[in-house]
Each structure stands twice: as structure tokens, then as C-alpha cells.
């Protein structure tokens, strides 16, 4: 296995990792236990993971798609399988709600 290949294995373990995150919050929230310690640790924890994992795609994206290097044969079927995990993780855990808050949506539904 080479460095790429880790690298890779490391962003998805670190994906997986927040996923784990925000299942154990919804169990916290759904069992009452929004405010306890464990809860605020699990959710410390869970944006220390997304800011680590975007960064670590951040910097693959840069790698990849350098102007000056031809880089995009290194796209294969990890690489593609991250980058649809990542789309469906950042649409997931977008602010929906300030986004329709404060769109043009919300201009033309209340006219």
C-alpha cells in the first residue's frame, strides 16, 4: 500500500469516525441526554473530526487537481467512493435551515 492508498484509508476512517459522532448524539438527544457531559464531549469531538477530514480532503483536492501536475489518473474507485461519501456528508450536514431562512426561497414563498 502506498502513501496515496493511506491516505485515502485515512480520510475515510476519519469520516466513518464522525458519522460514529453523530449517531451518538442523535442517541443522546433522542434519550434526553442533550446536555449531559458525555454528549458535549461527543459533539467536541465530532467537529474536531469533520474540521480534520476537511482539511485532509482539502488538501487531496489540491493534490489531485494541481494545474501544474496530471494528477487525475490517480482518481480510481476509492478515490471516486470518497469523494460521493464526502458530497453526501457535506449536503447532510449543511444549515438547511439558515440557507431557507435567509435565501430567495423564503422571498418568493412569502409574496
Request: with cysteine; charged share 15%; glycine share 2%.
Amino acid at each position: 500500500m502506498n502513501f496515496y492508498e493511506s491516505y485515502i484509508y485515512l480520510i475515510v476512517t476519519t469520516k466513518l469516525l464522525f458519522l460514529l459522532c453523530v449517531f451518538t448524539h442523535l442517541y443522546y438527544k433522542v434519550n434526553g441526554e442533550m446536555d449531559s457531559d458525555k454528549d458535549k464531549k461527543i459533539i467536541i469531538l465530532k467537529n474536531q473530526l469533520n474540521f480534520i477530514s476537511d482539511i485532509l480532503i482539502s488538501f487531496l483536492f489540491i493534490y489531485i487537481f494541481n494545474p501544474y501536475t496530471n494528477n487525475i489518473g490517480l482518481i480510481n474507485k476509492r478515490t471516486t467512493f470518497l469523494f460521493f461519501i464526502f458530497g453526501i456528508i457535506s449536503l447532510i450536514q449543511a444549515e438547511w435551515t439558515t440557507f431557507i431562512n435567509n435565501s430567495f426561497i423564503k422571498y418568493f414563498y412569502e409574496n
